[in-house]
């Protein structure tokens, strides 16, 4: 992995973050997406299997991430836009605050 290396040789430290869907975020909308389109639960899932399996392969490649998805499912307030499948300002500001939390300018 090209990346890995060169962060490496470079001494960078490689972190990748994890950012789920609003389907994987909001039961609400998962519900109505899965009604709407009549999908199974299968295909409904299929985001959540993708992370999953990048998840298991940054781990079998001593890669580190940050998965954001359970700071997002705690969040008090709305972290997608309404309109969109974006998230929203909600979102980047519980992010901007786990990022600084968990990455140490500092820390190798």
Partial sequence: ?????????????L??????????????????VQELHHLDDETINTNAHLSNALSNWLNEENIEYLNLQPALERATEKVFWDQDLHINTNAHSII??????NISPLSH
């Fill in 96 to 101: 901007g605050k786990l990022l600084y939390k």
């Fill in 15 to 32: 972190i990748v973050t994890l950012l789920p869907s609003k389907i994987d975020v909001n039961p609400a909308f998962r519900n109505y």
């Fill in 1 to 13: 992995m090209k990346i890995k290396h060169l962060c490496e040789a470079e001494n960078i430290r």
